[in-house]
């Protein structure tokens, strides 16, 4: 979901945090027509009607890094990076990204018809990916968010995925003093809090692991885990007897794949 102009906060609360991810970025539409023109070869008039009608992809609204014409800056003043043009002609586009799926679907489709229709300031733009492709978009996401340079990035990443798993559980309340994470010896299924500890049944513990490794795997040799620092050989070996890999439909090619990005 796309908007032009933000004339006013969207009201998110209907949403697990989890599900929502927001991002920011300018397009310069100076470069826009110059690649219409110039590159493209379309007359200046035909230009302008084919910009007119031109969508952004949710790719480019969504990139790690912008590409032209798209660009991120938070400098009010800021000059286009590619061709210099001035503030006037860029536009912000801010997007915000709902996961869908059971607990979003209702509130999306009541958020989508609350949208102001006028001048197509709102753009709703939709894409089923599989399980897959959505876990290593909302991986991508984390990674991005996490410092990893911070001693607390283990717990954090940890209670990000809790998020993913249960929603609705307020995890910020949960991991209020939490300062070790455990494999319940006990629970076969859920968690436990108990004292400054908070204990996970060992399907959930592993994929806890599993998601801190790939956070982690550009960052080190060996990601790093709650279990100190693994190769991804004795990762799958250790999450051998867990269902995660078929649960998550992620097969070996695809770990190494990430070990790629
Ligand atoms: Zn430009």
């Known amino acids: 979901m796309a908007g032009t ?21 300018l397009v310069c539409l100076a470069c826009v027509f ?21 969508s952004p992809t949710i790719a480019e609204l969504t990139a790690p890094k912008a590409v032209r014409p798209f660009f991120d800056s938070n400098d009010k ?13 860029h536009a912000r586009l801010e997007t915000v990204r709902i996961e869908g799926g059971k607990p979003t679907d209702a509130a999306r489709r009541a958020l989508i018809k609350k949208l102001p229709q006028k001048d ?34 283990l717990l954090e990443a940890t209670r990000a995925y809790l998020a993913r798993l249960e929603p609705k559980t307020n995890w910020n309340e949960v991991f209020e003093g939490v300062r070790m ?3 319940s010896q006990r629970l076969s299924e859920g968690w436990e809090r108990e004292g400054s500890r908070l204990f996970l049944a060992p399907p959930i513990y592993n994929e806890a692991l ?11 040799h060996g990601g790093q885990t709650l279990e100190g620092r693994l190769t991804l050989f004795e990762l799958i070996r250790r999450l051998r007897y867990s269902s995660y890999l078929d649960a998550k439909e992620i097969s070996g090619a695809d770990l190494r794949l990430s070990m790629r990005l």
């Open 5 to 25: 102009k933000k004339k006013r906060e969207l009201d998110l609360s209907a949403f697990p945090s989890s599900s929502v991810t927001e991002y920011s970025t």
């Open 34 to 54: 110059d690649i219409f023109t110039t590159q493209l070869g379309f007359a200046p008039r035909t230009a302008y009607s084919e910009i007119r009608k031109y």
């Open 77 to 89: 003043q800021a000059h286009c990076p590619y061709c210099n043009a001035a503030k006037r002609w």
């Open 120 to 153: 197509n300031q709102f753009q709703v733009l939709e894409t089923t990916s599989d399980k897959r492709a959505t876990f290593f978009d909302w991986l991508d996401t984390l990674v991005r968010n996490l410092d990893l340079e911070e001693a607390g990035w």
């Open 181 to 183: 994470v455990r494999r």
């Open 210 to 220: 599993i998601v801190q490794y790939l956070v982690s795997r550009s960052h080190v």
